[in-house]
Structures are given as C-alpha cells and as structure tokens.
C-alpha cells in the first residue's frame, strides 16, 4: 500500500498572482469600454475583442474561484520519493528518498526554507510561506518527510 501525502500551495500567494492578471484583464476590458463608447459607428471586430476580453475575464474569474477553494499541491510525498510542482528555481524537482541526504531548515533570500539535501550538493528548496497553512503546515511536512527519510534507510526513532 502506497502512503500519499499532499502540501497545497497558499491561498494567499494564489490570489495575489491571479489578482495581478485580473487587474490586467480588467484594464483591458475599461479601455475597450471607453473606445466603444467614444466611437459613434462601433465596427464588427471591436464588438469582437470586447467580447473576448470580457469572455477572457469571466474564465480568469472562474479559475480564481478554482485555484482558491481547491489550491494546487506544491509538493507530493510519497512512499518511494517526493515530487515538487509549480515552484521554479526550487532546485531538483523530484527524487527517490534514497537519494536524499538531509532535511532541515534554513533561511535563504525568500525567507524560511525547508531544503533537502541530495548527492553532488544538488538540493531541492520549498519556502514556508508558500505552503499552506505556514510554520504549522511546515512542521507537519518537516515531521513528515523526516519519517519517509528514515523509513527509506531502514531507521527509526526510539521516542
């Protein structure tokens, strides 16, 4: 039986990045808007952008929604390695739990950082405050993947 365990990414770093391009959107939508109105003979093919961008801006809305209520995994444990997604220049984004070394904690440039260290001075980086939930989020994963670790290398705790 394979244990599966799943760290979400923030709902916080979410609506940040997907307000950012609703602001765009919206933006877009103003200026269309603003021409539509100012011009007394509206052609065809403005009628068709204003219909895409508002089309546009209900799917960006739509998937806000989405992204909100069920917030994409940032890292996936399970029994026989980790996969990291949606995190770029987090370092290597999947391993087997043989091939990692240590797991401890560090403060690098984006703040807190869990790193798991791998052979040839490879690692992989997660940030706190990325995870869901935080410091509590990542003790539960640091707990979490330290038990993954020694299972992988036949170990265990004696408290």
Do not use: F, I, N
């Amino acid at each position: 039986m394979t244990e599966t365990s799943g760290y979400p990414l923030a709902r916080a770093h979410t609506v940040s990045v997907l307000g950012r391009y609703a602001a765009g959107t919206g933006l877009l939508v103003l200026v269309s808007v603003v021409v539509a109105v100012s011009t007394d003979d509206m052609p065809g093919w403005l009628v068709a952008c204003g219909v895409v961008l508002l089309a546009g801006a209900l799917g960006l809305t739509a998937v806000a929604a989405l992204r909100v209520l069920r917030p994409p995994l940032v890292l996936v444990l399970t029994d026989t390695g980790y996969r990291l997604r949606m995190l770029r220049g987090a370092g290597v984004s999947a391993a087997s739990w043989s091939d990692v070394t240590r797991v401890r904690r560090e403060q690098l440039p984006p703040g807190t950082c869990l790193v798991l260290s791998l052979p040839g001075g490879k690692r992989t980086v997660v940030p706190v405050r990325l995870l869901d939930g935080g410091t509590a989020t990542a003790d539960r994963l640091e707990a979490d993947l330290r038990a993954r670790l020694d299972r992988s290398h036949g170990q265990r705790r004696l408290s």
